[in-house]
Structures are given as structure tokens and as C-alpha cells.
């Protein structure tokens, strides 16, 4: 019988791998191509989720989504840290949130590998041709429906799993209190990520409603990006980007 790894291992065989494709990056000269493809995906979730950002409820949640799991930011010090945590982690934490941590590190790690391979792609292509038209091709060259699919199910495990932990009020608790001891240890990083998660997700009352939008928006994305041609492609996905707003 094969035993399952433990949640320690899980998110350091994640971490792992992101470390080893940021190596891989910067020895390929492919930095900047990946920024340029995550700064376009982030463009194009600001304008899907436009109406999410501004409603009342939802905002919190899905600047916590467009921030800490697909945001165009360096995680390189979160990822460091959770990694020396891990094993602690599991030993110190009820095990939902040894397992949304194995969540974050396995989204990250799709995350990367499937945004690496892109930026292969968009490396290759004539720098001149439209945005959206470049991307699309990147994609559909990177193909794995199935790395798609399994990203989204994980976000959406994720969230049903923050919204079950906000409501553990002792848990809730202790994460406050570790605000000072965790700053001691060199890990605010950490701590900002699993705050900012509780308490996006605290006051959104039934997640379901809002994770159940995501799906579908998300879904139908892919489905536009892997099916449709070239040119109905590129128009979508550009009259898309023009709706974005400019970043807070």
C-alpha cells in the first residue's frame, strides 16, 4: 500500500519545483516574459471580476484571490517561509490548515509551471503582434486542459476551506495572537497570507454563491481559450483587456 505524503512534504515538493523553474527563468533569460504574461493574466482578471472589486461583499475575497494567487508579485519570501514551517505546520495546526497551506503551495506550483512554459512560448513569438493574439497562441501552444482544470478545483477547495476555518473563532484567535511572534521569527509574509485570507473570507457568508461565480467565469474562459480560433480568440480575450481598471 502506498503511502500518501505528508502535508510537510506535499507543500516542500511544491515549493520546490517553483524554486527550480525561478532558477530555470533566469538562466533561460526568461524573467521578463513571465512577468509579461502574468501582467496580462492579471489584467484580464481585474476585468472579469470587475463587479466583484467593487461590490461590498465580494471585494475582500477576490482582491485576496487576484493578490496572493495570481498576482504579480515576488513570492519568494512567502514561499521560503512556508517552506521552513512546514513540518510545524502540521504538527501545530489543525490539519485543515496544514492542508490549505498544501493548497496554496499546489496552485502556486501549477501556477508556475504552466506560466513558465507560456512564456516560452510568448518568448518565441514576434514581439509586435497584438497582446492578446500572442497570448493565445502561447497558451493553446502550452496545451494541459487538465493542469487547467485541477488549478481552478484547488482554488475552489481553498475557498470552501477558508470560509469552514473563519469559523473556528478560537482559531481565529490564535492567528492574531501569533502576529508578534511570527514578526520574531522572520515570518510576516507567511502571516499576512493567512490573515488576509481569514478575514477576506470572514464576512462573506455563503462562499459557495461567490466560488460558484469563479468556477463558471474561470471555466468559460478556458473553454474560449482552448477552443475557440485564433482570431475569435484574440478578439475576446482583447475586448476583454480594454475593460480592465488600472491597479489600486
Known amino acids: 500500500m502506498t503511502t500518501k505524503p505528508s502535508a510537510a512534504d506535499q507543500i516542500r515538493t511544491h515549493l520546490e519545483r517553483v524554486s527550480d523553474l525561478r532558477q ?27 463587479d466583484f472589486l467593487q461590490h461590498p461583499v465580494y ?29 510545524a505546520l502540521e504538527r501545530l495546526f489543525p490539519e485543515a490548515v496544514a492542508q490549505l497551506a498544501v493548497d ?15 512564456a516560452t512560448y510568448w518568448l518565441a513569438q514576434d514581439d509586435t503582434l497584438p497582446p492578446a493574439l500572442r497570448y493565445i497562441r502561447s497558451w493553446q501552444l502550452t496545451g494541459n486542459r487538465e493542469a487547467r482544470a485541477r488549478q481552478l478545483a ?11 476555518l473563519t469559523r473556528m473563532k478560537p482559531l481565529r484567535l490564535a492567528l492574531r495572537m501569533m502576529r508578534n511572534p511570527a514578526r520574531a521569527a522572520g515570518l ?11 478575514d477576506a473570507f470572514a464576512s462573506l457568508g455563503d462562499a459557495r454563491v461567490f466560488l460558484d461565480t469563479v468556477s463558471a467565469r474561470e471555466s468559460q474562459w478556458i473553454t474560449t481559450l482552448f477552443d ?9 480575450l482583447a475586448a476583454e483587456l480594454a475593460r480592465a481598471p488600472s491597479p489600486a
Do not use: N, W
Not at 495570481?70 to 512556508?82: L, P
Not at 496554496?104 to 513558465?116: K, N, R
Open 154 to 164: 484547488v482554488v475552489q477547495h481553498m475557498g470552501l476551506e477558508l470560509q469552514r
Open 24 to 50: 530555470q527563468a533566469r538562466s533561460a533569460g526568461l524573467d521578463r516574459a513571465v512577468r509579461d504574461v502574468k501582467q496580462l493574466q492579471a489584467r484580464r482578471f481585474r476585468a472579469t471580476y470587475t
Open 188 to 198: 510576516e509574509a507567511l502571516q499576512q497570507f493567512l490573515e488576509s485570507g481569514f
Open 59 to 87: 471585494a475582500p475575497a477576490t482582491r485576496f484571490f487576484l493578490e496572493e494567487l495570481y498576482g504579480v508579485h515576488d513570492f519568494a519570501q512567502r514561499d521560503a517561509q512556508f517552506a521552513r514551517i512546514a513540518g
Open 228 to 236: 475557440a480560433g485564433e482570431a475569435d480568440g484574440s478578439a475576446a
Open 104 to 118: 496554496l503551495a499546489e496552485t502556486h506550483a501549477l501556477t508556475e509551471v504552466l506560466d513558465h512554459e507560456m
